[in-house]
T-cell receptor, first 114, second 112 residues
Framework: RKEVEQDPGPFNVPEGATVAFNCTYS??????FFWYRQDCRKEPKLLMS???SGNEDGRFTAQLNRASQYISLLIRDSKLSDSATYLC???????????????FGQGTILTVHP | NAGVTQTPKFRVLKTGQSMTLLCAQD?????MYWYRQDPGMGLRLIHY???????AKGEVPDGYNVSRLKKQNFLLGLESAAPSQTSVYFC???????????FGPGTRLTVL
């Protein structure tokens, strides 16, 4: 089983739609959670961190369920510019080390069309 | 402030050839990382460094070596390239353990 699993999609939605991505992780000791965005043939960039209480950044809402080891990202009022691959990322600090290992999901492809 | 830069951007090698990928960051970050990204696999950590003069193995270190002689530079070497090393290589850095990682633009490597 992969440490971080995402539905690869692709998701094809019209402008203005609401779309949700899900992610599950296997390491219950994972400590921090993120969504990164990657445009075609570009580097990943941090979209937002994910907090236990849930958090929102404009049209984007992230949720974390530690009991179910499940992370989600909701995008409201989709724009053409939201077309990208969305990477679910989980951080785990091995005991006694200061290094935080990031584990990436394989990404979910989103295409927003007119 | 250029952030994280990588050279070269593209490279084609023949099996058995060697090369070095250079990563440079101007943010005074302590931590630096090398990843590879393959279709359907996500990013996988090759090697990382927690400071100048230190390196450690990541998830997929075989066939690669690294060096961090200067804080701002992190080099990834392939001593004898194999077709299985065809991939996109990303370098990243962060100032804090587990903090936001800033990625370079990537190097697309093809090994024939």
């Amino acid at each position: 089983r992969k440490e971080v699993e995402q539905d690869p999609g692709p998701f094809n939605v019209p402008e203005g739609a609401t779309v949700a991505f899900n992610c599950t992780y296997s390491n219950s000791a994972s400590q921090s959670f993120f969504w990164y965005r990657q445009d075609c043939r570009k580097e990943p960039k941090l979209l937002m961190s994910v907090y236990s209480s849930g958090n929102e950044d404009g049209r984007f809402t992230a949720q974390l369920n530690r009991a179910s080891q499940y992370i989600s990202l909701l995008i409201r009022d989709s724009k053409l510019s939201d077309s990208a691959t969305y990477l679910c990322v989980v951080k785990y600090n091995a005991g006694g080390t200061s290094y935080g290992k990031l584990t990436f999901g394989q990404g979910t492809i989103l295409t927003v069309h007119p | 402030n250029a952030g994280v830069t990588q050279t070269p951007k593209f490279r084609v090698l023949k099996t058995g050839q060697s090369m070095t990928l250079l990563c440079a960051q101007d943010m005074n970050h302590e931590y630096m990382y090398w990843y590879r990204q393959d279709p359907g696999m996500g990013l996988r950590l090759i090697h990382y460094s927690v400071g100048e003069g230190t390196t450690a193995k990541g998830e997929v270190p075989d066939g690669y070596n690294v060096s961090r002689l200067k804080k701002q530079n992190f080099l990834l070497g392939l001593e004898s390239a194999a077709p299985s090393q065809t991939s996109v290589y990303f370098c990243a850095s962060t100032g804090l353990a587990g903090g936001t990682q800033y990625f370079g633009p990537g190097t697309r490597l093809t090994v024939l």
